[in-house]
């Protein structure tokens, strides 16, 4: 049985471009999965922000609260420094007062701070509504692009898979069993130019009878890797 050293060739080209058209369609896939965990990433990113907006206003209105209520009783100690019976009750409660307009004026300057810091936080959630925005975009992008591709390279591989049978018609009856079994197993990666000797599969040398076998264009395997050997051109 005799197969030259074009058809296996041809086939192993074949195989080639089927294997790297099945992986380009594969990556597609991946592409998006990377493009979504974006977006999933920058939307927590803007749920972290936004609770710690809500958080920064709760501990505002807290400290609203307290310094009304403060200042509530001020007005009442005031109201009852004209009920002192002494002197000492007078300078005490006056004393008090005092010390509460101190803390209330800090608690003041405080919330000031708290409505600034709020304020500026507003920014930082408009970035991330921003970047959840472009990466959603992105990720709808990148989904077109790779569905458009993917029907591209589909159509390819129908075409290449066609002329694989073609090309197969080409193999002797009897050796089909042994080449089915090596490029099922191993797809492109189960042939090899052999060039100089050489197994191009795995750099191993070839004995000069396997050399013979080829020119007498015999179905001839590699000892050390398997694949199904061709002469180069
Ligand atoms: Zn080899």
């Known amino acids: 049985m005799a197969i030259t050293a074009d058809t296996l060739r041809t086939l192993h080209r074949l195989h080639e471009q089927l294997a790297d058209l099945r992986h380009r369609l594969a990556r597609g896939p991946k592409q998006v999965v990377l493009r979504e965990q974006n977006v999933k990433a920058r939307e927590a990113d803007l749920e972290e922000v936004r609770e710690a907006v809500k958080q920064a206003k709760l501990k505002a209105d807290r400290q609203q609260l307290d310094l009304k209520a403060s200042e509530q009783r001020n007005v009442d100690w005031n109201a009852k420094l004209n009920t002192c019976s002494s002197n000492k ?81 080409a193999l002797p009856v009897e050796f089909r069993g042994d080449y089915d079994r090596v490029v099922n197993v191993k797809g492109a990666d ?43 051109e």
């Open 89 to 169: 009750e007078f300078q005490t409660l006056k004393e008090q007062i005092a010390a509460a307009e101190m803390a209330n004026s800090v608690l003041a300057d405080e919330i000031l701070e708290s409505l600034e810091r709020i304020d500026a936080m507003g920014d930082k959630v408009s970035e991330a509504e921003e970047a959840v925005k472009a990466t959603a975009a992105e990720l709808a992008k990148v989904k077109e692009q790779i569905s458009a591709a993917a029907e591209v390279i589909r159509g390819d591989i129908a075409r290449l898979e066609a002329e694989l049978v073609d090309a197969e018609k």
């Open 190 to 232: 189960g042939m090899s130019e052999a060039e100089d000797g050489v197994c191009n599969g795995c750099g191993q040398k070839i004995t000069p009878n396997m050399q013979n076998e080829l020119l007498m264009h015999r179905p001839t395997f590699c000892k050390s890797c398997g694949r199904l050997l061709y002469l180069p």
